[in-house]
């Protein structure tokens, strides 16, 4: 089979499908089941147990889709093996034949053969090193690839019950460490091997006898690294457990510090900091003892069966059945065994890294996506929305968010939703985009259901301006334009006037392509609102939601957003949610809503005239936040 060419696999042609625990990767970049390289098996089938691993065999599927590197590493790693045997071998025969005077040629081509043998050795390093490195770096980026592919299709669910700090910790952290732990675990694991093998063929050719005696340290080995993985594995669990614990603290206070700072709250946080850490060098220093015994012990067998060899070389000696090159070099044999053996033993803490940190990743990519069995696409909604008999159950509450709840919303009509907090405003526009499913019930948009319009061609028709405005890092031009195609100059200036930002613009040195920084951190609170407004006019989407859109404003921010508002609401069916009662007092109908259901229904003037729940409100607003 030819090699696969060194391109990308993370490309949309490939798919995924899960068989029996195990992926396999269907790609013209990757290898498949029927047709895996001798290479290939060795590793995943016989140097690791099928149901022990199984995330780790899905890792190493990306390293062999660059087997031809991999290739030019095993030459480079059989270099070493070689050259070490052909240095063991120069040995020998220096101290037989070459300082008694038998063998004068020695003087100037010992030397260069030596010089021979580094410079092999050298080379082939390099090779393995940096081919491992180049594949590395590849399948970072191609993992962090298809991470960032499953975080764009996450349910909302998933955002809400999982903070940032835990999706970026595996971005940078467990990909990092699945990969680079990953090559760690198979340059050692080949090269410690072959070149084992190596030396104990050598072993064999100088003495087969005493080989046959320091077998023994074999099966000790393998018990004491069996016990060993199953200690560390518990252990490097409950540290990356912990780990995760200590970016998430880091984030909140971080992100909180207005919070922290007003409410004195530094001594918590650092109370709770100091339990993340106290349990985190807790954990440190139980890895640490774990890691620190099991070198010594392992040199210690090896000393003992070195010991051993020595006593019965002596006795060889003294019946003359070995020389002293054979035994000198035979001693410079297990030395250099050592190294190999204590690698392979101590494999297994990188190794139980690597696990914890695969199934972190793959874990990740596995998270199930939002559901899109839509088959019907819209090009252009006319914007009529109908609730029909919908109820929305919570997981974590007793009392549903709605209940029963029906609605018709003509196109072009302004809907105002009003209700105290925890009335069930939010959940009902977030059923809209599909963000939550309801529990029973159907919802449609211009008479199709939404569970039957395609995801993508659903959210072409809405567009969202909220209290909590989401801005990216970059240029006010491309947070306006943002995922709109084919626009030009005009459409946005067109649509920054609106928006009432025309003049701001212009009075920037860098117009339009000001970088407005972190969220829009560099913006005040109006304009960010009016840059959010500004998108949502170059969409031109048939429906607009608002939530909350002019709260927490000055009354000059809040009459420039006003005023872009009323821009934007023209010709679109309109749902919105206030606190301010004011905001809402020329939509077209009211919904009062109560523990998620309708309670009232009308205009401004005639919900007053009933002297109700909403004229209550309207006499005291203050009640909506409670």
């Avoid at 919570?394 to 549903?400: F, N």
């Avoid at 005040?524 to 607009?544: D, E, F, H, M, T």
Wanted: with cysteine.
């Amino acid at each position: 089979m030819a090699f696969a060419q060194q391109t990308p696999f993370f490309h949309p042609s490939a798919i995924l499908t899960r068989h029996k625990n195990k992926f396999t990767i269907y790609n013209k970049h990757l290898i498949s089941d029927t047709d895996t390289p001798f290479m290939q098996k060795l590793i995943i089938e016989k140097l690791f147990k099928a149901g022990d691993n199984a995330n780790f065999h899905r890792l190493l599927q990306y390293f062999f889709s660059h087997r031809q590197r991999l290739l030019y590493a095993l030459i480079g790693i059989l270099g070493v093996a070689v050259s070490t045997v052909f240095f063991n071998k120069l040995i020998q025969v220096l101290t037989d034949t070459g300082f008694n005077g038998q063998n004068p040629d020695l003087v100037w081509q010992a030397p260069l053969v030596l010089i021979t043998i580094f410079a092999v050795n050298g080379v082939c390093l390099y090779l393995t090193s940096y081919n491992v490195a180049w594949v590395s770096a590849r399948v970072v980026s191609d993992i962090r690839g298809l991470m960032f592919d499953r975080m764009l299709l996450l349910p909302s669910r998933y955002n809400q019950q999982y903070p940032s700090a835990h999706v970026l910790s595996k971005f940078t952290v467990d990909a990092n460490t699945a990969v680079n732990l990953t090559s760690e675990v198979f340059i050692t694991l080949v090269r410690d091997t072959l070149v084992s093998i190596a030396l104990v063929c050598m072993l064999l050719y100088f003495n087969w006898q005493l080989t046959l005696i320091i077998t023994i340290i074999f099966p000790i080995l393998a018990i004491l690294s069996r016990k060993y993985k199953a200690k560390m594995r518990a252990i490097n669990q409950e540290s990356h457990r912990i780990n995760l614990d200590l970016s998430h603290s880091i984030q909140e206070t971080y992100e909180a510090h207005k919070v922290v700072k007003l409410f004195s709250g530094q001594a918590l946080e650092q109370n709770r900091f100091k339990k993340i850490t106290s349990d985190l060098l807790h954990y440190a220093k139980k890895s640490a003892r774990a890691s620190s015994a099991n070198a010594p012990i392992t040199q210690f067998i090896a000393a003992f069966a070195l010991s051993i060899v020595m006593f019965f070389a002596m006795y060889q000696s003294a019946d003359g059945l070995t020389t002293a090159g054979g035994f000198i070099s035979f001693m410079l044999v297990m030395i250099q065994l050592i190294p190999p053996l204590k690698n392979l033993s101590n494999v297994s803490n990188p190794k139980q890294r690597m696990l914890i940190a695969a199934d972190h990743v793959f874990g990740f990519i596995d998270e199930q996506a939002e559901k899109d069995t839509g088959m019907q696409r819209i090009e252009h909604a006319k914007g009529a929305i109908q609730f029909h008999q919908v109820s929305l159950q919570y997981d974590a509450q007793s009392a549903p968010a709605l209940n029963d709840f029906t609605l018709n919303i003509h196109a072009g009509e302004k809907i105002a939703l009003v209700g105290r907090s925890g009335s069930g405003k939010t959940s009902l526009i977030n059923l809209i985009p599909r963000f939550l499913e309801p529990t029973s019930g159907l919802i449609s948009l211009d008479g199709f259901s939404l569970a039957d319009i395609q995801l993508s061609s659903l959210r072409k028709q809405l567009a969202l301006v909220s209290q909590d405005v989401t801005l990216f890092n970059q240029s006010l031009y491309s947070n306006v334009v943002y995922g709109t195609d084919n626009v030009t100059d005009e459409q946005v200036e067109q649509a920054l006037r609106a928006a009432n930002l025309w003049e701001f613009v212009q009075s920037q040195p860098e117009h339009w392509h000001i970088n407005i920084g972190n969220n829009g951190n560099k913006l005040s609170g109006g304009q960010r609102q009016r840059v959010a407004i500004a998108r949502a006019i170059l969409k031109n989407a048939p429906v607009l939601i608002l939530d909350e859109a002019t709260s927490a404003l000055d009354n000059e921010s809040e009459r420039l957003v006003q005023q872009a508002l009323e821009r934007l609401m023209q010709n679109r069916t309109t749902i919105m949610i206030a606190h301010r009662l004011s905001t809402i007092e020329k939509a077209d109908r009211i919904i009062v809503m109560d523990h998620g259901r309708i309670v009232e229904s009308g205009t401004h003037h005639e919900l007053l005239a009933l002297r109700g729940t909403y004229a209550q409100l309207h006499h005291h607003p203050e009640t909506l936040l409670e």
